[in-house]
Nanobody, 121 residues
Framework: QVQLVESGGGLVQPGGSLRLSCAAS????????MGWYRQAPGKERELVAT???????NYEDSAKGRFTISRDNAKNTVYLQMMSLKPEDTAVYYC???????????????WGQGTQVTVSS
């Protein structure tokens, strides 16, 4: 009913930058919070940052000061600007959205398929 597609991942050197994008599409009535999570090999998925429909943001401690989450409500798109990347930022990054579909009008959490970010020299 609601699909999320991430883009922008890749290989970057330590200290470099990447910008991830996630576009929501489908039968969307409204989208509340959107967020980015990541999962490194052998580790659990963890929160990176979230943003409400009103623009309030929340960051995991290691992301503060280096990552910036933003969204374009008109495009149903959320972004994650990542700077000063470190090898420990290497992970699959997943987009999530707390969205209400037009069919059932029930809030649900939707996930993208993930995009790989590798920080290595």
């Amino acid at each position: 009913q609601v699909q999320l597609v991430e883009s922008g991942g890749g290989l970057v050197q330590p200290g470099g930058s990447l910008r991830l994008s996630c576009a929501a599409s489908g039968s969307i009535f409204s989208i509340n919070a959107m967020g980015w999570y990541r999962q490194a090999p052998g580790k659990e998925r963890e929160l990176v940052a979230t943003i409400t429909s009103g623009g309030s943001t929340n960051y995991e401690d290691s992301a503060k000061g280096r990552f910036t989450i933003s969204r374009d409500n008109a495009k149903n798109t959320v972004y994650l600007q990542m700077m000063s990347l470190k090898p420990e930022d290497t992970a699959v990054y997943y987009c999530s959205a707390d969205a209400i579909g037009t069919r059932f009008r029930v809030s649900a959490i939707y996930w993208g398929q993930g995009t790989q970010v590798t920080v290595s020299s």
